[in-house]
């Protein structure tokens, strides 16, 4: 079993800042990808970006030049600049974690962030 706390989220003005973190606890799986999801109200969730054990990192089109992601062991961060009303959402920590036979996703409890003036 693998739990993914987030922490970060909150209220930012159009144009601001947010940092989200996500911990994974301690496993002896081996968690191979680690990725940023959001919902909006109302909306399907969509992949925001994703990093590999290696490091290969993916964005959505929405948010490439914007938001980075970044990655230290079993702890993802996702770097939220120059942030915009539509990027509203809940945000939730996903990530496969593996042992020999199987894989397995998992998920966060989500965090909500909030752009508004």
């Known amino acids: 079993q693998v739990q993914l706390v987030e922490t970060g989220g909150g209220l930012v003005q159009p144009g601001g800042s947010l940092r989200l973190s996500c911990a994974a606890s301690e496993t002896t799986l081996r968690i191979n990808i680690m990725a940023w999801y959001r919902q909006a109200p109302g909306k399907e969730r969509q992949l925001v970006a994703r990093?590999?054990?290696?490091?290969t990192t993916n964005f959505a089109d929405s948010v490439k030049g914007r938001f980075t992601i970044s990655r230290r062991q079993n702890t993802m961060d996702l770097q939220m600049n120059s942030l915009k009303p539509e990027d509203t959402a809940v945000y939730y920590c996903?990530?496969?974690?593996?042992?020999?036979?199987?894989?397995?996703?998992?998920w966060g409890q989500g965090t909500q962030v909030t752009v508004s003036s």
């Open positions: 990093i590999t054990s290696g490091g």
């Open positions: 996903f990530a496969i974690a593996s042992d020999t036979y199987h894989s397995r996703a998992y």
